[in-house]
């Protein structure tokens, strides 16, 4: 079984998991919870990892307490170790990570476990998502199904609000928590010989442009440059034109605000 979770798991076919990490996350996690429990389907289990934080965000957790099924608030090493900690708590087939600020529209669970229904030999569901700004108007919408020639070269998936079979992590292990941006690219790094994935070609989702990753564009970077050279073994030539060709995107966006 799992090195880092629970012996005896009792899997539930048709629920899903859902571990957020959260750190002084009052101004977005309540619409990220209300959008929870807004789903069609219920048939999810909330997992909310807090970085003991110190603005209201303990105050929102303890108001949908009965809604949650684990939580807890100490301080950790980023959003990576933090998923870590919640993978110890789930006891179900699938599992979806979010950010605080994610929110899921009404039917995504259910189109999920629909898709799950009737393709039981995937291990990895894609979908697309909404990108928008701080006035919650759309930017872009981004997400596209996996290929492999791609990821080695670029981030080309929508990681957030997509789900895992767990047996990726039974293979492969939990995130590793030195990464601080990456650790999403990085673990599916790892697992990219044994992914079978299928994509759902609709926006299930809507996330802020600004999180964690966009605040913190040039270590996403040097740490996706790392784990091409370290994992997936790119020629470095081709990883440094990688390298250039998505600083070169990132600031076309920013100062032209295109695609």
Known sequence: MWAFLPKKLKMQNKTISII????????????????????????????????????????????????IKYYISEPDNGVYDAWNKGLLHIDTDWVMFLGSDD??????????????????DKNLILSKAELIDKNKEIIRVIGGPWNFLKFRRYMNIVHTGSIHHVSLFQKFGEFNSKYKIAGDYEFL????RVVNAGFIDSVMMKMGYGGLSTKNIHKVFFETFYIKNKILKINIWVNIFDLLLSYLKHYRRFFLNVD
């Open 103 to 120: 929110v899921l529209y009404p039917n995504a669970i259910e189109n999920y476990i629909r898709y799950i229904e009737k393709n039981k």
């Open 189 to 192: 790094s790892r697992c990219e």
């Open 20 to 67: 957020i990490a959260t750190y002084n996350s009052g101004l977005t996690l309540k619409e990220c919870l209300d959008s929870l429990l807004a789903q069609t389907n219920l048939s999810l289990n909330i997992i909310i990892i807090d970085g003991n934080s110190t603005d209201n965000t303990k105050d929102i957790i303890h108001r949908y307490e009965a809604k």
